[in-house]
């Protein structure tokens, strides 16, 4: 004789038990949306529209090299200065700059983060630093230093074209620091994903 069924026990073979757990959305498994991939562009535009902004500071505060003329060659009026690579410190100090603000300014502005967010981010970051090179050579002193010692002369100083030696590295210090800032900032202050409830843990069996 098998004994009756209690009604706290379901019935044997019952299609309908267990219950699937509740489903809640995460944001981890959360797709890209078409507004976040517009917030996304937005920011690299704003990024690469800052880039100006750079250029122009990046001729202001690099240190001048200075060049002399004997009307037949052009040499550095000292040898043993170091403004030569000051351009490319001023550039690369400038740039993470711009990139730790952008990074700063897009957390409080999105804090929920994402993917588009960081891809703007690092994409902008790149362009803000190419225009931000190619504005500050066309804003600096000519690039023509032949012309440039015959205009003003033998024996008389003049700065010689503003430079990167480094232009690679430079290129990068923008991107990444606005993408680190802005990834620690997002894991540190961040909101968090929900606690797991205990239907979670049974669903993943």
Not at 57 to 71: E, K, N, T, Y
Not at 129 to 148: E, F, K, Q, Y
Not at 168 to 176: D, E, I, Q, S, V
Request: a neutral charge; zero cysteines; charged letters at 15%.
């Amino acid at each position: 004789m098998t004994a009756p069924l209690t009604p706290s026990q379901p019935p044997p073979h019952d299609p309908a038990w267990p219950p699937p757990p509740p489903s809640h959305p995460g944001p981890a498994g959360d797709p890209i949306t078409a507004a976040e991939v517009v917030q996304g562009l937005v920011v690299t535009a704003a990024s690469a529209v800052a880039g100006a902004l750079l250029g122009v500071l990046w001729v202001w505060l690099a240190p001048a090299v200075r060049l002399i003329s004997d009307g037949e060659g052009v040499y550095l009026r000292d040898s043993e200065g170091e403004a030569a690579i000051g351009a490319d410190g001023t550039f690369v100090l400038l740039a993470l700059a711009f990139g730790a603000v952008a990074g700063l300014v897009v957390f409080l502005v999105r804090r929920k983060g994402g993917v588009p967010l960081v891809v703007g981010l690092a994409l902008g970051g790149v362009l803000g630093s190419l225009l931000a090179w190619w504005l500050g050579v066309r804003l600096g002193p000519t690039a023509d230093v032949v012309a440039h010692a015959k205009a003003v002369g033998p024996n008389v100083v003049f700065d010689a074209p503003l430079k990167l030696r480094m232009g690679a590295a430079a290129m990068l210090a923008w991107p990444l620091a606005a993408t680190v800032l802005h990834l620690l900032l997002t894991a540190a202050f961040g909101p968090r994903d929900p606690e797991p409830g205990p239907w979670d843990a049974y669903g993943k069996r």
